[in-house]
């Protein structure tokens, strides 16, 4: 017996007996035999995991009562409701400024002042022609008096008379043109006091005192007056495919950069048949009306305005996805009718459904199968790894 044989025996308790070649060998095949079995049993789940295809998970959304509103939407220019254009009718050097910007000013107040010294000598001069002419009207119609006296006496030829009588039409007729021009003279001199002809608030003064302006071909504007800017409007340019079912007495909601978080409200007051082309696109004025009376818009500022064109209130509505993804699902809508899923007994179910107003979030639903609360699909996404175990809603 060799070392090992004798260290094994003398290992052994008294009641163990060492194992025979048979067992051994048992032994040594036990570990691989069950290490087959384990992934033959995992090879099964594995395929009968895979067979049966990968699951469907289901996004949803609450079928819900409240508003649907079709919206216009235009961007546009605030500006007061009428603003008066003041300009100069004549040229010259102006000589004082007595109204500037957010100037409160009154029918008649002077705003500015043109130098009125030519404008005086020119009056000053047709004046004095007119004072000449008449007196020398008033002589010749003494002359005439006197000749056709001595003519009814014989004491002259007649054609002396009648060619006073000429005289005296011609110094009539030289009066008159001396009377325009002294009445001309007058507007221009009353025309170098630049007023305002309306009650308002200066927008805009475009001169300065000590500047020249000239009125030959052009009248020069020198201030914009807006008569109450508590009354403002939005011009908006809204595109020729929506302007057909935009009118007036149609609410509008519009925000302003300045203001972020608060909503104008107002009324289409004018649909203008006037379009705007630029660069071959064409939109047309749609005017809003709002009341400023906290005076927060200031003229020029850009509004993004949403033209409320039809509205539903308190009515069934389901989300627009809901819809599209059950066309989807169908291939299009069946026989003309319209379906959503819903989600009932833990399975989706196709319900037909008549669909009234769509502005582009939500759709009215008229009539269905539907109730508020009623969860709908709007999405699925298939998943091999896991989900709810739901085949995908074909029909």
Not at 91 to 106: A, F, M, P, R
Request: glycine share 8%; net charge negative.
């Amino acid at each position: 017996m060799n070392d090992r044989a004798e260290t094994v025996i003398r290992g052994l308790q008294p009641s163990e007996t060492a194992p025979s070649a048979a067992q051994r060998r048992h032994f040594h095949w036990l570990p691989w035999t069950v290490a087959a079995v384990v992934a033959v049993a995992l090879a099964a789940l594995a395929w009968a995991h895979f067979a049966r295809g990968p699951t469907v998970s289901y996004t949803t959304d609450t079928v819900t009562r409240g508003a649907v509103t079709r919206t216009v939407t235009a961007t546009g220019t605030v500006n007061p409701e009428l603003t008066i254009i003041v300009g100069s009718y004549v040229s010259g050097v102006i000589q004082s400024l007595s109204c500037d910007y957010n100037t409160e000013v009154k029918a008649g107040q002077v705003c500015a002042k043109i130098d009125p010294r030519p404008y005086q000598a020119a009056l000053d001069q047709y004046a004095g022609q007119l004072a000449r002419d008449q007196a020398l009207l008033e002589k010749d119609r003494a002359n005439l008096a006197r000749y056709q006296t001595l003519a009814a006496q014989n004491s002259i030829a007649r054609q002396q008379a009648e060619d006073q009588v000429y005289l005296v039409h011609q110094d009539e007729g030289t009066v008159k043109l001396d009377q325009s021009l002294v009445e001309s003279a007058k507007l221009n001199l009353g025309y170098t006091d630049i007023v305002s002809p309306v009650d308002g608030t200066v927008v805009s003064r475009n001169v300065t005192q000590g500047q020249t302006v000239a009125a030959s071909f052009q009248t020069p504007t020198l201030f914009l007056i807006a008569t109450d800017l508590k009354k403002m409007e939005v011009d908006t340019n809204t595109s020729e495919s929506d302007i057909g079912t935009v009118k007036e007495g149609q609410n509008a909601n519009f925000t302003v950069d300045a203001y972020p978080d608060r909503i104008f409200r107002g009324q289409v007051t004018q649909v203008r048949q006037s379009p705007q082309t630029v660069q071959n696109v064409v939109t047309y004025d749609a005017v809003v009306g709002i009341d400023n009376h906290d005076f927060a818009l200031k003229p020029g500022m850009t509004a993004s305005t949403q033209i409320i064109v039809d509205q539903r209130t308190d009515v069934l509505r389901v989300p627009d996805q809901g819809l599209r993804y059950a066309a989807a699902a169908l291939g299009g809508s069946a026989n003309g009718v319209q379906h959503v899923f819903v989600m009932r007994g833990g399975k989706p179910v196709a319900v037909p459904v008549q669909v009234g107003l769509d502005d582009g979030n939500f759709s009215e639903i008229v009539s269905g199968g539907l109730s508020a609360g009623d969860r709908v699909i709007t999405a699925e996404r298939s998943d091999a790894a896991g989900g709810n175990g739901l085949p995908p809603p074909r029909l």
